[in-house]
């Protein structure tokens, strides 16, 4: 009995002792990327927040730090209608782009799985907008909406709708409806694919027996399809909203939040709120971004309790 | 033989808690070895430097040094080649110092300048500034006070000071001024028989029937580029400067004068009134100042209120943007209004200027290296290169492009003033302005009241 007990007290050491040497191996690999993101993004994060509750001012070339406590915040919900706008503007993005981006990009995912010829070729030009960065679509785009010369005044002329064409990034009334299109476009493919992924996995035997039951086309991919890639769509809808709460480049590049911050969002009016408003303090823009950090969580957890289906099919 | 009982799950011999406690001690280590590597405690305060009693004589060189210099006009060749040349000449004449220049367009500039000052790391000897952000680099310590080591025969500092309204201080040298006229095409204006008075300055009822014959014509009477929300400003803070007069427009600076004041709603009107009376470009809301440029040089427009930069890109190649070469320039002045308290004034400021580091090791030998500049050869080799006026100091009868010799006449006639508000004012204020007159004051649906509202309401935010 003793020796059977020594004999176990020695497997269990030895393997506490291979354990401790595997942990330690797989320390050392994570170790890089954890010194990575914890130096890039959870330092500045929480360096970010500690700013928020400062006044940063620069005296004699020495940067001066004063507590604020909640001050920053105060005036951001109560006296400060530019912030107002640009949330609006930003919700309002991330709500209109869901509402084209998720339906188009389910549709024309269900299109290529039923397609019979040039899958690829639809797959890859419905797609290829998504590899365009911001920088360039605000450019491209910025030529396309010119109310004299751009190519979209100049089609609507053309097929005798002149009266349509305007300046479409130059008045308050059309300035955001014209980028969320922009976004729209760049998007869908995006979304397509996460989609298209989804179905593809879907066994052709489920839409077998529903044919079997009487199912076609619509009543198909109503009551099979959809139900069964519901979670890949959350996933979509989270990613697009999160991402269009966000945008800031095809902004900046396209009319840097004007006319009359018709197209101001929270990520744009943080910049300038940073860096040329004349002011050095940037514990205002940290308290900016930390609301909206904070904004775009809660929208995140509410969204996924909304649209995240518990339910797993097993086939 | 068997394959060994793994006796404890999981995970590659790990359990899931003994795993997760890896991961976690894993992590507080590197963000501790982190925030200690990288925490930087607050530095202790370095006082700036007090300036020493004016020296009369250049300050003494002594090499060798490696000095940086980050400046703007990236992309203007007529004023890289003055700077690259001017570099040149003074690595020859003083071997042992070499100086480092980077060129940079105006925004990313600024925000290089602010991060790296405000990192108390990384900022250059000597850098280009302007309107922007010189005040609030001032104020922050950031520029040193150069007054005592710049030639003062060759910089007229009394005007500069004035103009950066830091009185006994200097701090950076003026090198490029801006004039602020209307440029015209003389050609047009010869074909349809419109005369500029010889003052060179028209009553705005002249300039309303001059721009009325051009609209009549088909063309656009005057180019504009509100898409740059500085020209939409410039364009009001003109009009408030002509109504209100000197006083009560610098008073907006310092909040001596209420935006409700009612020569300062005159002034807004009067720039509205263009507007709705459709003397601009269609495409005023989405066209930045430089694209209006385009449309003068093209024909399309009869005149262009902007400043003697226009020049500088005029005489650059046609296939790069400059005007065609059989191209007729003419300028006068912004019209007088009735009853103007500011008729008289023509808007000229400092534009782009070069300041030394108040922290820098070698401020002495940047401040010789800028008396160096500012030589007269300096000066003439600034406007024949770039055809745009410079506040140093050039030899009478020294030969420069006749159009920017006809702003220079301007100059000696009218009394000069900063027209600017735009990148004057800051803040919440500054935001206020950019938005509701600089854009606002081309959208049909922005009255003249609600700009007033939203600046006082910007003003308080402030106060």
């Known amino acids: 009995m003793a020796r059977e007990a020594l004999r ?17 191996v797989i320390a050392l690999f994570l170790a890089p990327a954890t010194l990575f993101y914890t130096v890039l993004v959870i330092y500045p994060l929480v360096y970010n927040f500690y700013l928020s509750f400062l006044r940063i001012r620069a005296v004699e070339g020495t940067i001066v730090e004063q507590w604020v406590g909640l001050r920053h915040f105060e005036r951001i919900f109560f006296d400060d209608p530019v912030f107002i706008q640009a949330a609006g503007n930003s919700l309002t993005w991330a709500v209109a782009s869901a509402l084209i981006e998720i339906p188009v990009g389910v549709l024309l995912a269900i299109v290529l799985s039923r397609l019979k010829f040039l899958v690829r070729f639809f797959r890859t030009a419905w797609f290829m907008p998504v590899l365009l960065s911001y920088v360039l679509l605000g450019q491209l785009w910025s030529w396309i909406y010119r109310g004299d010369i751009g190519l979209l005044n100049a089609l609507l002329r053309a097929i005798g709708l002149g009266s349509l064409a305007q300046p479409w990034l130059g008045q308050t009334s059309t300035a955001l409806g014209a980028l969320i299109v922009v976004t729209a476009w760049h998007w869908v493919g995006f979304t397509m694919v996460l989609c298209l992924a989804a179905v593809s996995s879907i066994p052709s035997e489920l839409d077998d027996a529903a044919r079997i039951d009487g199912a076609t086309g619509w009543r198909l991919t109503w009551d099979i399809t959809l139900p069964l890639i519901r979670n890949t769509i959350a996933t979509a809808t989270i990613l697009v909203f999160i991402g269009r709460m966000k945008i800031f480049d095809l902004v900046w590049v396209a009319t840097r939040g004007g006319p009359l911050g018709a197209t101001e969002t929270v990520g744009t009016y943080i910049v300038q709120r940073a860096f040329f408003f004349g002011t050095l303090d940037q514990g205002y823009a940290a308290a ?27 086939y | 033989m068997s394959t060994p009982k793994n006796p404890t799950g999981d995970l590659g011999g790990l359990t899931r808690r003994e795993s997760l406690r890896l991961l976690g001690t894993g992590a507080m280590a590197t963000l501790g070895g982190g925030v200690l590597a990288l925490h930087d405690p607050a ?15 250049a300050p003494k060189v002594v090499g060798p040094a490696s000095i940086t210099f980050w400046s703007m006009w990236a992309s203007e060749p007529g004023k890289r080649k003055f700077v690259d040349d001017t570099i040149a000449a003074y690595q020859t004449a003083h071997p042992g110092i070499k100086i480092t220049v980077t060129w940079y367009e105006k925004a990313p500039l600024n925000q290089a300048l602010t991060t790296a000052f405000m990192a108390g790391s990384g900022a250059p000897d000597m850098f280009y500034e302007d309107v922007i952000t010189y005040n609030q680099f001032i104020d922050s310590g950031w520029m040193a006070d150069l007054k005592g080591k710049l030639d003062e025969n060759q910089f007229p500092l009394e005007g500069f000071e004035v103009s950066m309204r830091r009185p006994g201080k200097v701090y950076g040298v003026p090198l490029e001024g801006i004039i602020s006229t209307v440029w015209y095409n003389a050609k047009i204006f010869r074909d349809m028989g419109i005369t500029v008075p010889d003052s060179r300055q028209m009553t705005q009822k002249e300039f309303e029937t001059v721009m009325d014959q051009v609209k009549a014509k088909g063309l656009i009477p005057l180019a504009g580029g509100a898409a740059d929300t500085a020209w939409g400003g410039f364009h009001g803070s003109s009009f408030i400067m002509r109504v209100a007069g000197k006083d009560k427009f610098s008073g907006l600076l310092d909040k001596r004068t209420t935006w409700s004041d009612p020569d300062v709603v005159q002034g807004l009107r009067l720039a509205k009134s263009w507007f709705e009376k459709g003397y601009f470009n269609d495409t005023i809301q989405t066209l930045k100042a430089t694209e209006a440029y385009q449309l003068f040089f093209q024909r399309k427009t009869a005149m262009i209120y902007v400043g003697s930069f226009l020049l500088s890109n005029a005489t650059n190649p046609p296939d790069k943007g400059g005007a065609p070469t059989d191209f007729e320039f003419g300028v006068m002045m912004f019209p007088s209004v009735d009853g103007g308290k500011g008729n008289r004034l023509i808007g000229n400021r400092t534009g782009g200027m070069y300041s030394v580091y108040s922290k820098s090791k070698y401020i002495d030998i940047c401040a010789d290296f ?21 506040w140093l100091k050039a030899p009478a009868g020294a030969k420069v492009h006749p159009m920017l010799t006809e702003q220079l006449k301007l100059l000696e006639t009218y009394e000069r003033q900063n027209p600017e508000l735009t990148n004057r004012l800051f803040n919440n204020e500054g935001a206020a302005f950019n938005k509701w007159v600089g854009s606002g004051m081309f959208d049909k649906s922005v009255t003249v009241e609600q700009m007033v509202k939203e600046l006082t309401d910007a003003r308080r935010r402030d106060a």
Not at chain 2, 46 to 53: C, E, K, L, N, S
């Open chain 2, 370 to 390: 800028l008396n160096f500049m500012g030589r007269p050869e300096g000066a003439v080799a600034w406007m024949q290169y770039t055809n745009v006026p410079t």
């Open chain 1, 288 to 314: 900016l971004s930390t609301v909206w950090f904070v904004a775009i969580m809660v929208v995140s957890v509410v969204l996924n309790r909304m649209l995240w289906s518990p339910e797993r099919y097993e």
């Open chain 1, 8 to 24: 176990k007290k020695a497997v269990s050491t030895g393997e506490k002792g291979i354990m401790k040497v595997r942990g330690g």
């Open chain 2, 43 to 57: 530095p202790a305060a370095t006082p700036v430097p007090q300036q020493t009693a004016a020296a009369t004589a």
